[in-house]
């Protein structure tokens, strides 16, 4: 009908035109009801561009007010895709200008470069042309993936009419049909051509291999005589169901065709073993059949192929070369993230000794350039132990850096690095180093104060322990006798022990705090607690995960005193001051903006508010900035 419309086209009414004008009227008076708009409230235009038309669709609280779409004019069909989308956007604009004139709204486009069309700084004429449409209106453009534009997709479309798109479809259902073996009927419904009832060829086979099995044959004959559990019955079809389960009789290759569907089909693929069972026991029955979904799994060769392994690993991993004298192969690794010191450090080089598991713990700045570590490597290792064979390490910046290597190629000594995300190659370092965080924890705890002055203390302390994997101390290995030790100090040190704070740095505090008495249980995961008054201002309900059960020490008792908790758990946000002056620029305005610093925060959280605001609230920081 729209082409008798053209200039120059003869009007003539045939039987198509008829049945177009038919469908059309049957069509609007039985359209969805839209929603009606109101102003306001945000609305949101959904648009589209093909090469055969133009759709959009006017949505408002998540429900469509309107649709429109058209076909492309003739001359429209030269249009390069940026300008037949943008055209869409035009056409929306223009089509419901009663509704979006003064009002704000979204556009949601297909094509993402419509994004930075107010941006670009070249526009041809046409886009120049409807800029002047665009400002017109207060609204965002935004991009939106074409396969999520359905909407606005079937409006610029009309593919679904074709003979050819239907032909298509019929050939993918056929696909379908086989892959789900369906035994399919047709069933007439009021003015629907046709509709198809389906059932599962599989369970059709099932029912009939029934008849062939002895046991559910008796089964049949009890449940006639009404001699059997109340949990067998039989249907109408005269399948025997357990539980409401259809038996599968013994026979292994309908048992593994069944198997293969649920495991192999496209509406599965590939479940394990578990999955599987839980989801053929809803409708099928056979004795044995966890025991025959698991085997089936296990043989899966696809399975074994991409299926990830969960278990232990099943190799040994492989250790280290030994080494033939002291010092000749070592490790290193970095701890960084410690509390900062008065001379600045911050972080701790751990180096150990591959053969007699000796170590050096020294102190560094995580800023370090690498020239100042190399002379602290020269001073504190070469020095003493000489230039080592070989020495293994992770992929560290500084281990990695060119001078790292030429200094060592020019020593003589063999540089190897760890695989990615592989620390189990140098887990000599990672467990030393996790002996050193719990001693330093541990020192600063009983005896308070800077962790560095601690350092060499804790470098002899493990040094003099024992090691299980060599028999006996670190420094007895490496010098041929045992450590003498003094039995008891002479000078005591202070008994009071060291005040941990919560919020600063947490590297070197306490993993746990207690014990404290469990109140009652709340809920399946978590604990009320009974805290003391110093603990006032802690949430007493705990998960399980937070928790760990206390083996008492008589010997020990808790003073709570040294457990201080900050008042300022909660607070309101301030702001301190006023840093900068500025201005937000949109499209259309101006808006002035200050940079501000709030308390509780540091200075590089300062962030950006509205002058009028501010000026609203806080009016003596413009006096004080």
Request: net charge neutral; aromatic share 12%; proline share 5%.
């Amino acid at each position: 009908m729209t082409r008798l419309t053209r200039k120059g086209v003869k009007f003539d009414w045939n039987e198509e035109c008829e049945n177009a004008f038919q469908e059309l009227k049957r069509k609007l008076t039985t359209a969805p009801v839209l929603t009606a708009p109101i102003s306001g409230e945000l609305f949101t235009i959904y648009c589209d561009a093909s090469t055969v038309g133009l759709g959009c669709v006017l949505m408002q609280q998540g429900k469509v007010v309107a649709y429109a779409s058209r076909q492309l004019k003739q001359h429209e069909r030269n249009y390069p895709t940026p300008d037949l989308e943008l055209a869409a956007v035009v056409f929306a604009l223009k089509t419901w200008r009663h509704y979006l004139f003064g009002e704000k709204f979204e556009v949601y486009s297909d094509h993402e470069s419509l994004k930075y069309i107010f941006t670009q700084n070249d526009l041809n004429s046409r886009q120049r042309r409807w800029m002047e449409t665009l400002e017109d209106y207060d609204f965002a453009l935004h991009y939106h993936p074409g396969k999520a534009n359905v909407v606005a997709n079937a409006l610029s479309r009309k593919s679904f009419g074709q003979l050819s798109s239907l032909e298509l479809r019929e050939f993918e259902m056929h696909t379908i049909i086989e892959d789900f073996e369906l035994c399919l009927g047709l069933e007439a419904h009021g003015p629907c051509l046709y509709s198809i009832s389906a059932r599962l060829m599989v369970i059709q086979r099932i029912v009939e291999a029934q008849v062939h099995d002895e046991f559910l044959e008796k089964v049949k004959a009890q449940l006639v005589a009404s001699e059997i559990d109340e949990n067998w019955s039989m249907y109408e079809d005269g399948s025997v169901r357990f539980k409401g389960r259809l038996c599968v009789p013994k026979d292994v290759k309908l048992r593994n065709e069944l198997l293969a569907d649920a495991h192999k089909a496209k509406y599965t693929i590939h479940p394990g073993n578990t999955k599987m069972y839980q989801d053929l026991k809803r409708q099928f029955w056979w004795s044995g059949m966890k025991r025959d979904i698991a085997q089936f799994v296990t043989n899966c060769q696809i399975c074994q192929q991409v299926k990830a392994e969960h278990q232990r690993p099943t190799r040994l991993l492989q250790p280290l070369p030994i080494p033939e004298w002291k010092w000749d192969n070592i490790t290193m690794d970095f701890v960084i993230g410690l509390p900062r010191t008065r001379s600045k450090k911050n972080g701790v080089w751990v180096i150990v000794d591959h053969l007699t598991k000796s170590a050096h713990f020294l102190s560094m700045k995580t800023t370090d350039s690498m020239n100042s570590l190399a002379k602290l490597y020269i001073q504190e290792i070469v020095r003493l132990h000489g230039i080592p064979i070989s020495i293994v390490s992770d992929r560290d910046p500084k281990f990695t850096s060119q001078f790292w290597q030429s200094l060592q190629r020019a020593l003589g000594t063999q540089l190897n690095f760890s695989t990615a995300f592989h620390p189990q190659t140098d887990g000599q370092s990672e467990r030393v180093i996790q002996i050193l965080e719990d001693m330093l924890r541990a020192c600063v705890l009983d005896f308070g104060g800077n962790w560095a002055d601690y350092l060499p203390l804790v470098e002899f302390a493990y040094n003099n322990s024992y090691q299980s994997s060599i028999g006996m101390t670190p420094y007895e290995a490496l010098y041929g006798r045992p450590c003498r030790s003094p039995l008891c100090w002479i000078e005591m040190v202070s008994p009071r022990r060291g005040i941990f704070r919560f919020g600063k740095k947490r590297k070197l505090t306490p993993r746990l705090v207690g014990p404290f008495q469990i109140d009652k249980r709340v809920g399946p995961v978590a604990y009320k607690l009974i805290l003391p008054q110093q603990l006032s201002l802690v949430h007493d309900v705990f998960h399980v995960s937070m928790l760990r059960k206390y083996t008492p020490d008589p010997t020990w008792v808790m003073d709570l005193q040294d457990v201080q908790i900050s008042e300022h758990t909660s607070y309101v946000k301030e702001p301190l001051r006023i840093l900068e002056v500025g201005e937000h620029r949109f499209r259309n305005k101006v808006i002035p903006a200050v940079k501000v610093w709030w308390q509780h925060h540091g200075i590089e959280e300062a962030t950006w508010e509205p002058d009028e605001e501010m000026r609203r609230h806080y009016l003596q920081l413009f006096y004080e900035f």
